[in-house]
């Protein structure tokens, strides 16, 4: 009885540890290392008990359960995802038991025999387990640095669930009828292949899964950007609708002027004077600055200068003309503006800040070179990664302007450079633009 309890207690130890490793290197925590680290404990003290009826088809089920139960809980996995995840781990386990045991059985036929049988246990437990967990480590290891909350999914992974759970079944079908009968030896060699077979099916169908799981991020992402361009042009074509609105007022002015006039020859001087009133505070008299000959342009240009302006931060443009003509409405709102929003972003917390942006059109050549300086206390990069970080609240939520801008630039067959000075305190950014004729 003790050896049995010393087998047990060795198998799932190592199996939690995996378990570990696993949701550690692919999924996004949702409690605390102390939580996580508890629960994982208690739940596999549970399955080490249980675990002492030594009932194969009640161990792998509460297997599953402690597993999705753990997932579920403590990362952040929508329902279905926490069961795919436990039955591709029971999945792989159990085809590592069952390679290990059909290829000891092959060679040594009187492996599992009463003599010795503790320390041919104590080996097997070994052996298969060494193998599980490589089969861990290589599927985190090309996995490293994706963490993913599983938010993002479809239907189809409702599908693939059915896989692991019927290579479990056909697992211990093979356990069982192993264990009630001798097998012939080409009927041994096809029990090792099954379960080659059917641990490699797994791995694929874990791999179908998490590229699926990337795609559907992406398009969701990409879903993201084009929203948010289609929003802003949206934006920007009312405030050129409102510029046009001013320019029709101007034009008619003489009207008004004459409709002042008559009523100053009747004397009228309270219409007179609410009629001025109302002229005053219509909004499309208020002012808009020219700041190049691209309306789009200038209608965004004109919103930063007065955010500048309120957050007193110094706004430059030198913008040569029709160097902005060549890109699309949706492309210019989308670069221009997350350009400005950044650089915003930086020198908003800083005193005496500036943001200077040049454009330019090389000699000579189809190249418009955009140049964006601003104001940055510090740099903007990760020490670790190289990364571009904000300072916004959810960071995790951010970085699709960055995405935006290079997605820009490549559509136009650019290039795009940024760095930091740390003499001048200032972030750089350089663009350039082909103009396909």
């Known amino acids: 009885m003790m050896k049995n309890v010393i087998c047990y207690f060795l198998c799932f130890l190592v199996e939690s540890v995996i378990l570990w490793q696993y949701a550690s290197h692919l999924f996004i925590p949702a409690h605390t290392l102390k939580q996580r680290l508890t629960l994982l404990l208690s739940l596999y003290a549970i399955l080490f008990t249980v675990s002492l009826f030594d009932i194969k088809w009640l161990n792998m089920g509460l297997y599953i359960l402690a597993n999705f139960f753990f997932l579920f809980t403590q990362y952040r996995l929508r329902c279905h995802s926490a069961i795919f995840h436990s039955a591709i781990l029971a999945a792989v386990m159990g085809m590592c038991e069952l390679i290990v045991y059909s290829v000891v059985g092959h060679f040594t036929p009187y492996f599992f025999s009463q003599a010795g049988y503790f320390y041919n246990k104590l080996l097997f437990i070994i052996f298969s387990k060494i193998l599980f967990f490589s089969v861990i480590c290589i599927l985190t290891h090309f996995l490293k640095g994706q963490k993913h909350c599983s938010q993002f999914y479809n239907n189809s992974m409702l599908l693939l669930v059915f896989i692991p759970f019927t290579a479990i079944f056909i697992m211990l079908t093979f356990v069982s009828i192993s264990d009630s009968c001798i097998l012939t030896p080409a009927q041994d060699w096809m029990f090792s292949l099954s379960a080659v077979f059917l641990l490699t099916a797994n791995l694929f169908v874990f791999g179908i899964n998490q590229y699926n799981q990337k795609k559907h991020s992406e398009f969701t992402e990409m879903q993201l950007l084009l929203q948010k361009e289609t929003d802003s042009t949206e934006y920007y074509k009312m405030l050129l609708a409102q510029n046009e609105n001013q320019s029709i007022l101007i034009h008619d002015i003489k009207k008004h002027l004459q409709s002042i006039e008559l009523l100053n020859?009747?004397?009228?001087?309270?219409?007179?004077?609410?009629?001025i009133r109302q002229l005053m505070l219509s909004s499309d008299l208020r002012e808009i600055s020219r700041t190049c000959d691209h309306e789009l342009l200038n209608a965004i240009l004109s919103r930063y200068k007065r955010q500048c302006n309120e957050k007193r931060v110094s706004f430059l443009t030198d913008i040569r003309s029709e160097t902005t003509d060549f890109i699309a409405d949706n492309d210019l709102t989308s670069l221009f503006c997350n350009l400005l929003d950044n650089a915003l972003e930086a020198a908003g917390n800083v005193?005496?800040?500036?943001?200077?942006?040049?454009i330019r059109k090389r000699e000579k050549t189809p190249f418009v070179v955009i140049t964006v300086i601003n104001s940055c206390r510090v740099t903007p990069y990760t020490a670790q990664s190289g990364n571009l970080i904000t300072n916004k609240p959810n960071r995790h939520k951010h970085g699709f302007g960055i995405k935006s801008?290079?997605?820009?630039?490549?559509?136009?067959?650019?290039?795009i450079q940024?760095?930091?000075?740390?003499?001048?305190l200032t972030f750089h950014t350089i663009i350039i633009l082909k103009h396909s004729v």
């Open 405 to 415: 801008i290079r997605k820009i630039v490549s559509k136009y067959n650019g290039d």
């Open 351 to 358: 005193q005496n800040s500036f943001i200077e942006i040049n």
């Open 418 to 424: 940024m760095y930091y000075n740390n003499e001048t």
């Open 265 to 275: 020859e009747r004397k009228d001087h309270v219409k007179i004077n609410e009629y």
